[in-house]
């Protein structure tokens, strides 16, 4: 069974340039969470789902991140405009509903130069 | 305000001897917690998890422990393998595991041949 797929692996961009990642869960789980971790630091959540819906949005910088998860299966993540500060592992992760156990995918290593 | 606290960021062990991961949590609201080991340029991958109506949980070389009065889990390893050299997340979630996972910072082991 494939894990959880995310693209790009790496990606450095100039500052004010947006950019995007892309991520897709395991089949059936219709949980999903994108985490940021900055280095020395452990995961933090920025969104998570429940199918269609977000339901905990509370730490994601609305200002300049957006995300969306288009029928409930994979998604998106994006920052316009992104600033030096955004330099992260952004990871994603899905469950089943309710579950606690988390699997996540390899993430994306952003540079913002 | 950190409500998982992982105060060791690293760990030294010989090859057979016992590795023990240590974590705090404040949050009186969480009753699910989780172990995740993490490799370089890797998404951490779920290793054990305890709910807190348990004391114990074991699978093969790693036990976790779990001490609700003191608001204290470990992970133990045994016996330690150079494999299992990784950087070791706990995390913890309320509502029997369906809430956000809130990560530790994090601890390196190393386990020396």
């Known amino acids: 069974e494939a894990g959880v797929v995310q693209s790009p692996r790496y990606k450095i961009i100039e500052k004010k340039q947006p950019v995007a990642f892309w991520c897709n869960p395991i089949?059936?789980?219709?949980?999903l969470y994108w985490y940021r971790q900055n280095l020395g630091q452990g995961p933090e959540l920025l969104i998570r789902?429940?199918?269609?819906?977000?339901?905990?949005d509370s730490q994601l910088p609305k200002d300049r991140f957006s995300a969306e998860r288009l029928k409930g299966v994979d998604s998106t993540l994006k920052i316009q405009p992104a600033e030096l500060g955004d330099s992260a592992v952004y990871l994603c992760?899905?469950?089943?509903?309710?579950?606690?156990?988390?699997?996540f995918g390899q993430g994306t290593r952003l540079t913002v130069v | 305000d950190q409500q998982v606290k992982q105060n060791s960021p690293s760990l030294s062990v010989q090859e057979g001897r016992i590795s023990i991961l240590n974590c705090d949590y404040t949050?009186?609201?969480?009753?699910?917690f989780l172990w995740y080991k993490k490799y370089p340029a890797e998404g951490p991958t779920f290793l054990i998890s305890?709910?807190?109506?348990?004391d114990k949980n074991e699978d093969g070389r790693f036990t976790v422990f779990l001490n609700k009065s003191a608001k204290h889990l470990s992970l133990h390893i045994v016996p330690s393998q150079p494999g299992d050299s990784a950087v070791y997340f706990c995390?913890?979630?309320?509502?029997?595991?369906?809430?956000?996972?809130?990560f530790g910072k994090g601890t390196k082991l190393t386990v020396n041949p």
């Open positions: 789902y429940e199918n269609e819906e977000a339901v905990d």
């Open positions: 089949s059936g789980h219709n949980t």
């Open positions: 305890i709910s807190s109506i348990k």
């Open positions: 949050n009186s609201m969480f009753d699910y």
């Open positions: 992760a899905s469950s089943l509903l309710k579950t606690g156990v988390a699997f």
């Open positions: 995390a913890a979630s309320a509502q029997g595991g369906s809430e956000k996972l809130v």
